[in-house]
């Protein structure tokens, strides 16, 4: 029997062989639930009643065990042969039959029937698949502390998309105050935050679809939310701050330094860990996962500060190592095992084989080319279990960076089953006030989805197509290749690669009247760029989206694209402030007002939509503050012309 190759089925499974014949559900057919372990197969066959209700508008009764009387449409039949997650399908003159040996895999049998379904209604072709996942852990990391906290509603949305794509794993990334820590509510009291309650609620909707919620609470780098209160000040390594050093960011955007607020513990001072191990004890209770993902990234201060004189000792690695196991200490007295990212302990390879071999390491990389193959490879060498951690391309970037999410997410997938990964983590961020709209970051969680559960067979997988039918139901058929195209637009800058940025989302953090980074574009790149995000904008006119937020998802694509569009202009605008003498269009700088003015009042109106509203002001910021530097630079025009 040929393998299918016109089946539109993603992730892709293993095994799809199919033969000649059709099976037509009958209206009065049965889900029927036989053998061993019949009942761990009853939350998949209520899944399946639901998609039957949903799709071919039957709802088919569930009947325990096969009678004479009992017509089958669907059997879920147990297995114990099967390994956890893994299913068969077989449809044939006999009906629709899903073997199992989990509840897991059931329920991943009926997620895959469900895009059968969608595809053939009630007239289904004969088939035989095989599957089961590449990656035991298939998971997606979501920012929720810069400066975009969704609403449970908004989460919600996510996971039943997570659960579609046979993700298993969420983390809710946690810097600052975006949980509201029961012993500190001065810390969030005037923020938004996500209550320990509403973690019982998003704890219990993901273990309904077999999905698990991990507690990820950064412990070491990135507390500047806690360090720049005077409260906890003393307990940083540098409590005044310090100058990043000058290969750890880019020139042309921060040409005088850039200075860090304290954001690094102290790793000598035993107040940190009773600190610590208070806000773990405020976080993990509500979390049923015996995960528990401490960060632990980018430690920039570590032996700068207070302990400059011991790492100069002992080595910087070796502070950081202590620090680690220190909070590993913490994290088994409550009974969970350690995620960390992996990105300091990699700088010492010959630490690594010093880590406890019962902590998780995370290895995360967003570009291209990030060395997924090299590093995972001294992880597994050690003995270490880790997971590979790539991106969505989505922050700071408007709109997205669909060739390098593409390959990133690819690159880790290969590297990650070929050395032997736990575990698969899709991550989408937030830095620099979290622009990018939610479905900026789709084609990544549907793409790393279908890498996490069978790298080879996903390799190509039809990201558009799923996104067209699965996610937004366009009638045109056109929207999936549209966010795609729409997260390329990077292309067409200046060729300058910068890692985690687009030049448009730089030029719009940036100080007015640093025209060093504009000065990297020529005009005919700013055309070019115009035309390009012109012929996205217009294509947005014929999309037929039946998806319950549609209006929304449009809104929202046309923000992001008048966000590059005023970045185009304002570029354009920083080539005048650079001319000798410098050549100003006084009506520029007013339309530039004025379009800001509108692109804010659009993002503040979207926002709302799907976050809370902590997070906004604080986001616009930049914006606003741009906003002020324009009309400075119209008065100063308007006082010239009067002189």
Known sequence: MPEVVH??????????????????????????????????ALPAARRLQQTASEVIRLRPPVSIGLRPATVPAFIFSYNALL????????????????????????????????????QYGRTVPYLHIQDQPDFAAR??????????????????????LMSDLKLNQLQLYIEGAPFAYESFPQVWELETPITGEEILLLDAYCRERYIELVPNQNSFGHMEGWLTRPEFNSLAEAPDGFML??????????????????????????EVLKLLGTMYDDLLPYFTSDIFNVGCDETYEVGLGKNKALAETSGKGELYLSFLQKIQDLVKQRGKTMQFWG?????????????????????????????????????????????VCPGTSSWNSLTGRTDNMLANLRNAAVHGKRNGALGYLITDWGDFGHWQHLPVSYAGFVYGAALAWNVEGNLEADVAQYLNTAIFRDRSGTIGQLLLDLGNYYKLESGTLHPNDTEMSMLLRSNLENVRLSGKLSGEQLDQLEEYVGSLEARLEPLALECDDAGLVVEELNSGIHFVKHAVKLTRLKHQLAGDPPQLDAALIQEQIHDLDLLLHQYRQLWTQRNRLGGLEQSVSKLVRLRGEYAALAAKLSGAAVE
């Open 7 to 40: 089946l539109q089925l993603l992730p892709r499974p293993q095994k799809v062989m199919v033969s000649e014949g059709l099976f037509h559900i009958p209206a009065k057919g049965s889900i029927v639930l036989t053998g061993e372990a019949r009942m761990s």
């Open 83 to 118: 390994t956890e997650g893994a299913y068969e399908l077989h449809v044939n003159e006999a009906g629709i039959t899903a073997a199992y040996g989990s509840p897991q895999g059931a329920y991943y049998a009926a997620a895959t029937l469900k895009q059968l379904l969608v």
């Open 343 to 387: 990105d300091i302990i990699i700088q010492y390879p010959e630490l690594i084989p010093r880590l406890p071999k019962d902590m998780i390491a995370m290895e995360w990389g967003y570009g291209d080319t990030h060395p997924f193959e090299a590093d995972t490879l001294k992880f597994r060498e050690a003995g270490i279990p880790f997971y």
């Open 139 to 160: 998971g997606l990391m979501l920012d929720i502390s810069r400066n975009k906290i969704p609403k449970l509603e908004t989460l919600y949305r996510i996971i039943d």
């Open 245 to 270: 050093p000058d290969h750890m960011y880019n020139s042309d955007l921060y040409p005088d330094g850039l200075f860090m607020h304290p954001g690094t513990f102290d790793t000598e001072d035993p």
